[in-house]
């Protein structure tokens, strides 16, 4: 039996974890467009909150992206449960309920973005990496758009984090 099972996982190929991984962000950038308007909501710095709306923007269109990469492996766009990006959100939400209307509060959701940011830039990396390997050209190209929006976010988090927010925190 033990033999049997062995056999089995080994037969799973590159498609299917390409697949499977696509499945994973797909869940991920739904559940990131729907927290993206709370984090706005919540956010005290109007940087801050212009940010949060241009990405849930951004990732709109990233969800349009990832639709055609199903098509271009003939398969449904659907998501699978991210016990990552899951457990990223719900700090985020934590952060939220614990430091509203704190100075720190925009730190803590700044901190929250970039963990979403850096997960999601390590996904997208994978995947263009696969996605070479198996021969998928628009996947590659839709992917790297990506990939490149997920990055520029990630800077202008950052930027906003050292001019003010940061400082702001430390000083309250």
């Not at 940087?47 to 003939?74: G, N, S, Y």
């Not at 925009?106 to 901190?111: P, Q, T």
Request: with cysteine; net charge negative.
């Amino acid at each position: 039996m033990a033999s049997k099972q062995t056999k089995s996982k080994q037969s799973k190929t590159l498609q299917e974890l390409f697949h499977d991984t696509l499945k994973d962000i797909y869940y991920a950038e739904k559940k990131i467009l729907a927290t993206l308007p709370k984090m706005a909501k919540a956010a005290q710095s109007e940087d801050l909150k212009e940010a949060f709306e241009k990405h849930r923007k951004e990732t709109e269109d990233q969800v349009e992206r990832l639709d055609r990469v199903f098509e271009e492996i003939d398969k449904k766009a659907q998501g699978k449960t991210c016990a990552a990006i899951v457990g990223i959100t719900d700090e985020g939400a934590e952060i939220m309920k614990s430091y509203k209307g704190s100075p720190a509060l925009d730190a803590g959701l700044l901190s929250a973005a970039q963990a979403v940011e850096h997960y999601e830039i390590s996904r997208y990396g994978t995947l263009i990496a696969w996605a070479e390997e198996l021969g998928l050209e628009e996947a590659v190209s839709l992917l790297e758009e990506t990939l490149e929006e997920e990055k520029a976010t990630d800077e202008a988090l950052t930027k906003i984090a050292e001019t003010a927010i940061n400082q702001q925190a430390e000083a309250a």
